[in-house]
């Protein structure tokens, strides 16, 4: 099984960290690749970032669609997700998705870490585009108060406020940029923590395993079909 | 006052009709231009073909924005909307979503009438993330049955049946390439039918008289800003 | 074009000011008058309010109804909307309506400012009725904090806690009596906001120039039709 | 215990109905009396016969607060209800909110069967008022095929389909001018079909019992208190 | 008319307490008892407790079916409820859904006051399964602030944080072992406070006296029928 | 790792099968066990069958769960899975809930193929609890038409209605007994199938490999917890 992970900006320690949780996560027979997207923004902010990271993203799955078995969008506001899914017949995962439905098979309801406060809008938008928003205790990112503190700490400190005051059950890490520091937070928070590239793996190899795919009938379709 | 009105694909006779439209409805006071996109396919019907029309349509308004004062994009699936309302201060509006929240003012609840079966997923996601799910009667497309009819004949028929079947009170036209038809339909129909082109104008020449934009404090905020 | 605009309660300073806003806001082809319901109460605030000044509103169309091309109904609480789309066949505008529905179109959420807090149940029935619920950050009254403040700063300070605290990236102003404040809020907040008689004229304006009314098919069809 | 049931409308005949049934329904010790509306329709079916009912309504609450423990309210669209609970003290209870929120205890979801097609968006409006939108099977009028029945059987007949068609577990009759068939109904369907003036004695003998009656700190606080 | 008040957990002093609140409450021609389940737990607070209760409860239904005209669950997260609706043609009231429905009859929106902070979720399931999540204010336990407060005082505190803060118009008592404070929390509160046993016994009486019962046509159809 | 498939009914046919599509799936380094449920109806189809099964489903879990490393119950209606999830630290899967949250990633709507009519409203309540509704197109049951055919054939036809009339885009196959199916189903269909054991076994063995599983902070709190 060959598994082709796409981080759809361009940032080289980001892709490298996703590789390692991936390379740490499957079986010896799978073989999974993370690559950057050429031409696409060091980081996946705006809707302009996300538009600038298509085609490049687009290009990698149309020259890597026969020689793997499936891909995963590695950015959690699932960036050009729905294009992805349309335009090849191998399975496609976005770790926004995966995660945060995980997530909901896993507690009562969950909360999504974002790195930023203006991200948050946008997180919503997409949390109701998978109809999640009904188990949803909140997104949170690092405040103020938060701002001398470690990256890792800023997310651990920003999870607590999500379990006590929100009341989550279970803490998803928003960005694939998180990668590595689910199990460190879940010991100390004591709830599940998910992370997107973990999580979209796990259903990918599911999918691929028994020869699923995303529905050509309709809405993803491509115009070639 | 000068508007731009964008159609995001790149077919000249869909161009001239929305310009005609335009130009009927707004006051001498007011120049209205439509262009097509350059780069844009003749007709956008999948997710791949919002993304090819992107960069054309980011061009054009970067290109613009100092000499119009808004911007509506005229494809009913409301391509790249969000972006646009992100990299532009001037405000900017989609034929989609002033059709449907005009329609809902009007009645009830509302059909849209959609050029292919295919696209009605696609116009219902549309409907619910402009949280529209509860006011829709129905999105109907031509079936079998009308193929031989005349275009024009075809969204008649089919509106007929949303208002007798679904029970719609308000009739929109679901793609700018409808452009024109309204009040003969409506003259048919005996209910309100929306043209998208016009739904928009009206929306946003009231929101430059008023000098009221897109909020940039957040979900639209650029990189830049 | 001929507009009647119509307030529901008898207090003439706030027809004065309502006049003023609608005033400055139409081109010079376009009349617009506005008037107080005669045997309507001083304020609206209760149901019974609501019910006194039906009996008025309703005398006001049926007499106006040959002469003006379309009417708005100036409370902020919409009283007696839907039995004025029913009895005439010109086109009606709630400022309620109106600008909670534009708002949904500038940005990501939107807060109403009202004006006690007794008034907030009230409107989010209203919210819940035009099916907003979802775009809603919330419904925000001064409080005791504010209660030496003058009122334009009282409802400043209450939509500065609204896009804080609520996220909100949009301001509705909640009452008729706010009118005339909406652009030295928007410099103050940096946000758009939003005046109820601005948001109805445009919508009205624009149904009036394509010839668009409520449609008469069921909900709406009065008992002589 | 005393208690009113007002018929919003001014016909004698449905007033001896109502009258008949709640006299068959209350024991001894309840005094109930129905008296209809003076200045009222003949019949509520539009927005502006509810308008019209209004001052009747509150008259009658008015001059018999003192006397009555608890009032109804004989129409199924529920008139003027909120307006109702909000001047008086003593519980007020509508025979629409009583009947379908009663129904939605008794089975999966229920169906109304209203009067006349016109009604259908009104009580589907009133339904998603009260919340109870998807507890519904649907709304049902009879339809052209049951033109000649006699008016029970069209109940019966358009009661058939929705248990067929819309899968409803629980009947709900739409109109208080159908009291006195609900039991015929029952046998004849094998579900449990609902009068909403029994249902709305049934919560209201028991609100007068317990002393309980409509919250006055905020939505149905009067103007007074 | 013979009522047979089940309680859920196997607590004597409970079984008493609810007895004394039904005899209080209910005419001298109905016969009411209430007995405790055998086998099962002292307190039902887990899925499990939920699960042991299960058999003794049908079993005390099927031994009095012939004897009793109704049912009513006496535990507010009605457990097993869904089984007993299913396996008797009697009919049968749950205290939480009664009480709840009840409230939402009652003022814009409730909130439900809880024993301990752990059951707050599953209270929530319950309220989504009932569709009153959007008449909700708030789920409410006692906190660490109230740990020195006497029972009673706790649930008036916890009750006047919800009134204020969530801005709740009536307040639920959560739990069977609450019964018999409600009129003393309402009149300190000044809003109604709604007890379930309460609540059961009037639409229970009110279903009973009209002969009506639960649906058998699909959902709570017992395999026997 | 050791998987044990908790079949919550005593069919030891179904047992066979579901064992048969579980070992045909796993990796070989994957030891998969399914028992069937001591004491439990053949057959679970009321909820009475769900109580009967639960005590039988409990000792299970209890006695296996130090040799297990996670725990699937297969049944499509997800009997007994909350307190399941609540009584061990082992990850545990229903395969309801892993297929239906599976189909939602796999195109725009799915609809399930229920074994009998009855069942449809029980299965709905299950998709309201799993925040599904909005992704549903149907639950459809073999019908009148059907009922000459074979099972296999039976579920095909109803799911090509579905298909072509509910616009449905994934199937989901709603009873364990139709495992082993799916693959033939997918062929004719065009659209992917979904197997209730394969869904669960996808999410579980992913849980159990990144060791993740239910959290206990509230809702699925165990009283020994």
Redesign the interface.
């Known amino acids: 099984m060959k598994i082709l992970i796409i981080n759809p900006n361009s940032d080289l320690e980001m892709t490298l960290a996703i590789q390692e949780t991936a390379g740490s996560?499957v079986?010896k027979n799978i073989q999974v690749t993370c690559i950057q997207t050429p031409g696409a923004p060091k980081f996946i902010?705006?809707?302009?970032?996300?538009?600038k990271a298509?085609?490049g993203m687009?290009k990698i799955v149309r020259e890597n669609e026969k020689e793997y078995d499936g891909f995963i969008i590695a950015c959690h506001c699932d960036p050009?997700l729905?294009?992805i899914k349309?335009?090849t017949v191998k399975p496609v995962?976005g770790i926004g998705?995966?995660s945060m439905?995980?997530a909901?098979?896993?507690?009562?309801?969950f909360s999504v870490i974002s790195m930023t406060?203006?991200s948050?809008?946008?997180k919503?938008?997409l949390i109701?585009?998978?109809?999640?928003?009904?188990?949803l205790a909140s997104v949170r990112a690092p405040t103020e108060q938060h701002k001398n503190l470690k990256e890792e700490e800023k997310y651990l400190e920003t999870a607590k406020l999500a379990?006590i005051e929100d009341?989550a059950?279970?803490i998803v890490l928003g960005c694939a940029g998180m990668t590595g520091v689910d199990?460190r937070l879940e010991k100390e928070l004591?709830?599940?923590v998910?992370?997107g590239v973990?999580?979209a793996?796990?259903?990918l190899?599911?999918?691929i395993?028994?020869?699923?795919?995303?529905?050509?009938?309709?809405?993803?379709?491509?115009?070639k079909s």
Do not use: C, W
């Not at 020869?211 to 115009?223: C, M, V």
């Open positions: 996560f079986e902010e705006t809707y302009e970032d996300q538009i298509a085609p687009i050009n729905d294009v349309e335009i995962v998705e995966a439905k995980l909901s098979m896993l507690g009562h309801s406060e203006q948050i809008p946008n919503e938008a109701r585009k998978y109809h999640l928003q009904d188990v379990i009341k059950e279970v199990k004591g709830v599940p998910l992370d973990v999580s793996l796990i259903i190899i599911g999918l395993k028994h020869n699923l795919s995303i529905s050509k009938i309709r809405r993803y379709r491509s115009s």
